[in-house]
């Protein structure tokens, strides 16, 4: 397997821009993670998805994030409109159920600039 | 509010001396704990982890140590390699297991 696959792996905006983080989940993994790493909070979780269904978005900073996951195999987080103090490292993680041995699988990471 | 804790930012070593990291946690809820390796430009890769039903995990040349009562845990590495240069992450999960609370993170220098 490859991995938890994200896209792009950077990218740079302009303040108010929309933003799409993609991110594509370890085959048979049942839960997928959308984190923010800044250097005052270190890793964050934004929100979950278990079997595709999002169990928890208490992370999530405000109203202009959203993330989706429309299939198995396949996620997304937007930010609209973007702003400068949206600029991280966000990663996707998968893993394959609830049992709490089972380590998350992280992504390489989308790393986003906003002007 | 960080429920979990490292407060060292950074460390050096020399290598081949042991290095220590540490974390606290407030949540006494808190029953797994995990710690994560990150390398720059790549994501974090699991690297060991303890159940709060013992006090000290080893693998290797990595040793992760619990202390329930002080809600302190640290990470051992003996003897500590270049290669071991990285950010290190603490992790915590309740008995419900769905979500990872993350510490801010210790780069760790090992100097040749």
């Known amino acids: 397997d490859a991995g938890v696959i994200q896209s792009p792996r950077h990218e740079v905006t302009e303040m108010g821009q929309e933003v799409t983080l993609r991110c594509k989940p370890i085959?048979?993994?049942?839960?997928l993670f959308w984190y923010r790493q800044t250097m005052m909070r270190g890793l964050e979780l934004l929100i979950y998805?278990?079997?595709?269904?999002?169990?928890?978005d208490s992370g999530m900073p405000e109203d202009r994030f959203s993330a989706k996951m429309p299939n198995a195999s396949f996620s997304t987080l937007k930010i609209q409109p973007s702003e400068p103090r949206d600029s991280a490292v966000y990663f996707c993680a998968s893993s394959p159920d609830r049992d709490r041995g089972n380590e998350q699988f992280f992504g390489p990471g989308t790393r986003l600039t906003v002007l | 509010d960080q429920q979990v804790k490292q407060n060292s930012p950074s460390l050096s070593v020399q290598e081949g001396r042991i290095s220590i990291l540490n974390c606290d946690y407030t949540?006494?809820?808190?029953?797994?704990f995990l710690w994560y390796k990150k390398y720059p430009a790549e994501g974090p890769t699991f690297l060991i982890s303890?159940?709060?039903?013992?006090d000290k995990n080893e693998d290797g040349r990595f040793t992760v140590f619990l202390n329930k009562s002080a809600k302190h845990l640290s990470l051992h590495i003996v003897p500590s390699q270049p290669g071991d240069s990285a950010v290190y992450f603490c992790a915590a999960t309740d008995p419900a297991g769905n979500q990872f609370y993350f510490g801010t993170g210790t780069s760790l220098t090992v100097i040749p």
């Open positions: 085959s048979g993994h049942d839960y």
């Open positions: 949540n006494s809820m808190f029953d797994y």
């Open positions: 303890i159940s709060s039903i013992k």
């Open positions: 998805f278990n079997n595709n269904v999002p169990i928890d």
